[in-house]
């Protein structure tokens, strides 16, 4: 079974086709700066010994995913005779509001769902959605699924995902912490209970997916029990460029005494602030290696980024009643950071947890315990994956009808 997995923004398409049977990837591919004079389209398969890069016009997300199909149905470097070989789409959805709980095969009526959720995602929705419709267009017959970041974190109790506003504005507007990268910390929730040999369903874990957007989850007994992103996805974790955590009076402040707009205090909280606003630099790398030179603003990022992680993990920690399996690092941060796992762990001893720092510092890419022995608490780096989670969840979708 071949399952092919979209996520679509608002100038790009990324993509992968998986064969399901070993869940190797066949093809991938990425197209940006849709609309634009000349776009890029990156493409890789297991018929090429590297990757090929092509520079044209793309004017739309359905010309976009013509380009793709006619790469994996090329005769000599495409991987699949036709369209026909795909057994489903699935689709990246950042938004479902309380709509969605789970995966859902795409129809008239979800895509109106969809729809009525852009002005809660209004910069991720509408790209998600121009990938559907490209799809449904050009994959006649072929089934859609559409998978929601939101839909992992519909588990949590209303304590936790409830404002302490007016009920009307709830009950009215939805307004309301949603939680996102919910295929993520489903995935490594996963992997984690796998790797400790305990069924799901009884599995304690605090997931911290450190990218460039950074989440952290709290789960118990495998489902979503609360996560730091709220609403929107400023909330929460110090992240590449926005805030996270803010006094909510400040933007009040700005608009009044500074005189910034609307769209210009949005714009400088998601995409001027975050590590960015205190290091000028957004890519974890590059601060680290500006830390190592003596960069005091680099530094400083780093104290803010691993103080605000350490906040959430103790936070966490007490709303689980102490009852914890494991802490897991994720993403791209999460993943390859050796020195901010070592930083977000220290002196944690008190809390049962101890870092094994030859542990920590050996290069994998499996699943892995980088605690000591005595730790009472498993500190674990599981690698992401959420086009697989996507497609497997799509698989599963379309088998159960």
């Known amino acids: 079974m071949k399952i092919l997995v979209i996520n679509t923004g608002s100038s790009s398409i ?28 990156k493409f890789s398969s297991v018929n090429l010994k590297e990757s090929i890069v092509l520079e044209k016009s793309i004017p739309d997300h359905e ?14 470097d495409g991987v699949i005779k036709n369209s ?62 559409a998978v929601f970041d939101t839909a992992f974190h519909q588990t949590m109790p209303e304590g936790n995902y409830r404002y302490a506003i007016p009920n009307e504005y709830y009950e009215k507007y939805k307004i309301r912490r949603y939680g996102f990268h919910g295929t993520s910390h489903q995935y490594v929730s996963k992997l984690a209970a796998q790797f400790l040999n305990k069924p799901i369903e009884s599995v304690n874990l605090i997931t911290l997916h450190l990218g460039n957007g950074a989440s952290v989850c709290s ?40 005189k910034l707009s609307y769209k210009e205090i949005d714009t400088l909280l998601n995409k001027q602030s975050g590590l960015k606003g205190i290091s000028a630099l957004n890519d974890m790398r590059d601060i680290l290696a500006k830390k190592a030179e003596g960069d005091k603003n680099a530094k400083l990022a780093i104290e803010m980024y691993v103080k605000r992680i350490r906040k959430y993990i103790g936070a966490y920690l007490v709303g689980l009643d102490g009852k ?22 220290e002196n944690l001893s008190s809390l049962g947890i101890e870092l094994d720092e030859n542990k920590n ?8 315990e980088i605690n000591t022995e005595k730790s009472k608490i498993k500190v674990l780096v599981c690698p992401t994956n959420e086009e697989l989670e996507i497609a497997q969840q799509a698989k599963e979708v379309i088998e159960a009808n």
């Open 63 to 76: 010309t976009g995913i013509s380009e793709m199909d006619e790469l994996l149905t090329n005769a000599k």
């Open 219 to 258: 789960i118990k007994n495998g489902k979503s029990f609360d996560t730091s992103m709220g609403m929107t996805p400023l909330e929460g974790l110090i992240m590449g460029t926005r805030t996270g955590d803010l006094d909510p009076a400040i933007p009040f402040f700005m608009a009044d005494h500074v």
């Open 324 to 345: 914890l399996d494991a802490i897991v690092f994720t993403a791209g941060i999460g993943e390859n950071a050796t020195e901010i796992r070592k930083l977000c762990m």
């Open 84 to 145: 026909s070989e795909i057994s489903a789409i699935g689709h990246r959805v950042v938004h479902g509001g309380e709509t969605f709980t789970k995966p859902t095969i795409i129809d008239d009526d979800v895509i109106k769902a969809i729809e009525s959720n852009v002005p809660l995602a209004p910069l991720h929705n509408p790209g998600n959605l121009s990938g559907i419709y490209a799809a449904k267009k050009f994959f006649k017959g072929v089934p859609n699924v």
């Open 361 to 368: 510092n050996a290069s994998s890419k499996q699943v892995r």
């Open 14 to 41: 990324k993509y992968q086709l998986f064969e399901m049977n070993d869940k190797s990837v066949l093809a991938s591919g990425l197209i940006e700066r849709i609309g634009e004079n000349t776009a890029k389209h």
